[in-house]
């Protein structure tokens, strides 16, 4: 059962197509990597998926729980809420808050208590406030940042802020998890370990993967499919071993020699 | 009719005083992204230059005008100097800040120097009116006015499109690093914008004492918002928008008077304001720019 | 397996929010509260705080509700407003009308929550339109639409006109003014050390990364704008009450700059800050005040430099602790004395 169908989708600013046509399905419990050259629109397509863009054309069918919906015209929020967390390309942690506080508001939707607990203070309220910052450290612990908890975001060395921010991402308790270059800017040991972790989070949490990535080594190593943009156009689909083979996509990157896999 | 039309020249005269400072705003705004609400109090003293160059140095209108024009230029460059230079990578909330609190200096320290009393401007440019069709008299300050605002606005396009500092002015509004790393010197375009736009303003006060008669140091805050939202309405940071927006404000608000209370008349800026920012943000000539995610 | 994983793992006793230390603090703060309250209200009676000090209690108290709650919308949620006064003329005129209708005791009360409530409705009105706007664009929203209010209350009779409004029957005295002022102050900070608080903090530091966690910025902004209003619509009512007499110029564009200037000299996000710089400038007002245009041209010097010196104000984002306190003022007092000690 495929867990997201992008269909004809088309996503255009005034006169510019950012994305045209594009059609991308995937099933649950894939890892699938969305690969292209720079300016290709593979994150107009996460800006898209997640409603910060609405498409000019097409649909976007979203599956979870036996319930399709159609995600078009849904705000960012309420994506989250359906199940869709994604990182960014730029970090965007919330630098000034706390590597806590960053995770706390990440789970402020299981939050119940209204405004009179909080204006108040009603023993509801300390309760949830106890549970949350539970659910907070422990999710903190699984990532080995529980040391920092009090840090302040940006302080954290860029290795662990990235963890962070797929962290804050799994704390939103996602099905489908965009993560857009994760390993940028990280040298091949972190990006072993990344590859690691990006692993292990997808059979431990049960999610499905959309991957975009820039580091061939990473994308061959852990997709099982991919997806390959090219000026907003999908131009190949298939497994790692026949996107390497395949011409249009060599072209598209180098004019003429493979990528380094 | 005739009412109509004597509404539509008395906006005109208004509305190329609005075009006037909205210029400086545009430009100031185009440039480094703060709006400059000390603005309105270059106009101010703009005016109150020009009286004293009238009535203490007994000068006429032209030699006025240039000194005034010159004066404001200077003090909009100092001001950039000490107050907005420092700010210039700090939070806009700062800026702004920094910006009132220019204005209320401005304005207080006039009240000190001069007094708090409305000052009424000496005849210069003789009271002339022609009645070209029953029912419409036109005086020949507005005509001043108008004609004054068309020339300056006129050799302004000419310097942002004709000359190197003009394209070094579009450079920095459009991307200031990289018009830094083109060898364009930041720190002078911004100044030579800043004179400028405090110029214009300058201009516009003196004409507004020529034609209004009363100056007093808090008269720049209220034309100074107009002034504004004209610059918002026609496309903050676009030139030709600034004079747009000036006359529409200022032919919309003289009809409202006219037509309906003079009362609500200070309202109607304030809801083209509101209306423009919902509608369209960017401004009747302004482009749509998202922000990159 | 992730649910096994993190049913295994246990926070550290240091993160449990026990209740025996919590009642006491509380305890504690109740006493300080009620100590001060009692300490200023003797004062008053034995008119060591004379007629005219009372005033400036009283401009203090009224200043800090408006700070508190002005930073709670620019300050903690970000979203510029450059029209906090405007809410304060609603509370100030309902309620003026309504004890000036119906002189009782009880009316005063009524007039108090009908002005907060009104002001608290038009807070929606003015946050609802203007909540795609950003930045300055935000401010001269805000700043308009006060405007619009303020012409509006100029050119309607019942509201006495540009003449306002006199002999309003005076209730607020300092018992009423301090107690409103601590809830306030309780209330707002209530709420920011909240998951709500959190998540109108994360609409501050970045909208678009708040969204993608789930947090609706839309529904955390209008709830920013309206409480800050219900306060301010306080504040205004206590004011009438309190001065007896209000016109439309009272509660202007220049009244509305006051108060942000409160709010960034104490720093936006901290509430202590808000409190602490109510109270300096009020003093510093009151005490030139004879000296009116001078006042304000040192007000715009100072404002100007703490801008180029010090933004983030007195506080910047932390609130007050008496440790911290100590600490600097040590750290200071040693860096003086190795100065000096230098040139000798």
Known sequence: ?261 | MAQFLQQLINGLSLGSIYALIALGYTMVYGIIKLINFAHGDIYMIGAYIGYACIRHFKLGFIPSLLISMVACSLLGFAIEKIAYKPLRNSTRIAALITAIGVSLFLEYSTMAIVGATVKTYPEVVKTVTFTPIEGVVINIQQIFIFSVTIILMVILQFIVHKTRIGKAMRAVSADKDAAQLMGINVDSTISFTFAIGSALAGAAGILVGIYYNSINPLMGILPGLRAFIAAVFGGIGIIPGALIGGLTIGIIETVVSGYASSLYKDAVAFAILILILLIKPSGLLGKNTREKV | MIDVMMSEINTPEAMNSAKYPRKFTLLKKILFIVLFYGIIQLLIFLNVINAYYQVTLAMICINIILAVSLNLITGFTGQFSLGHAGFMSIGAYTCALITLNMDTPFSFIIGLIAGAILAAIVGLLIGIPTLRLKGDYLAIATLGLAQIIEIIIRNLDFTGGPRGLANIPQYANWTWLFLFTVITVVIISNFINSSHGRACISVREDEIAAEAVGINTTKYKVLAFIIGAFFAGIAGALYASYFYYIKPDLFGFLKSIDILVIVVLGGMGSISGSILAAILLVIISTYLQSFAEFRMIIYSVILVLIMIFKPQGLMGSSEFSLNRFIQETRKNLQKLGQKLHKVR
């Not at chain 1, 599956?63 to 960012?76: A, G, S």
């Not at chain 1, 580091?215 to 390497?244: Q, W």
């Open chain 1, 1 to 261: 059962m495929p867990i997201l169908t992008m269909n004809n989708v088309t996503m255009a600013f005034g006169g510019l197509a950012a994305l045209t046509n594009v059609n991308i399905k995937l099933e649950k419990g894939e890892l699938v990597g969305l690969i292209g050259p720079n300016g290709a629109g593979k994150t107009t397509v996460f800006n898209v998926l997640t409603g910060i863009y609405t498409p000019t054309s097409g649909t976007i069918e979203y599956m979870n729980d036996n319930t399709k919906t159609v995600i078009n015209n849904l705000k960012p929020h309420v994506i989250s809420a359906l199940g869709i967390a994604r990182t960014f390309q730029n970090i965007r942690l919330f630098k000034e808050l706390t590597v806590l506080d960053n995770i706390r508001i990440a789970i402020h939707k299981d939050v119940k208590y209204g405004m009179a607990p909080t204006f108040l203070r009603l023993p509801s309220f300390f309760k949830e406030e106890q549970s949350l910052l539970d659910n907070a450290y422990k999710l903190l612990k699984i990532f080995n940042l529980d040391s920092k908890k009090d840090e302040l975001a940006k302080n954290l060395p860029y290795g662990e802020q990235r963890r962070l921010e797929i962290a804050r991402a799994l704390a939103t308790k996602p099905s489908l998890l965009l993560l857009d270059e994760p390993a940028a800017g990280m040298n091949p040991n972190e990006t072993a370990e990344l590859t690691e972790l990006i692993k292990w989070i997808w059979k431990e949490y049960g999610l499905t993967i959309l991957l975009i990535e820039h580091d061939m080594s990473l994308v061959m190593k852990i997709c099982e499919r991919i997806y390959v943009l090219d000026y907003g156009m999908v131009i190949a689909e298939g497994t790692p071993e026949e996107i390497k083979n395949n011409k249009r996509v060599v072209e598209a990157y180098l004019g003429g020699e493979a990528p380094d896999a």
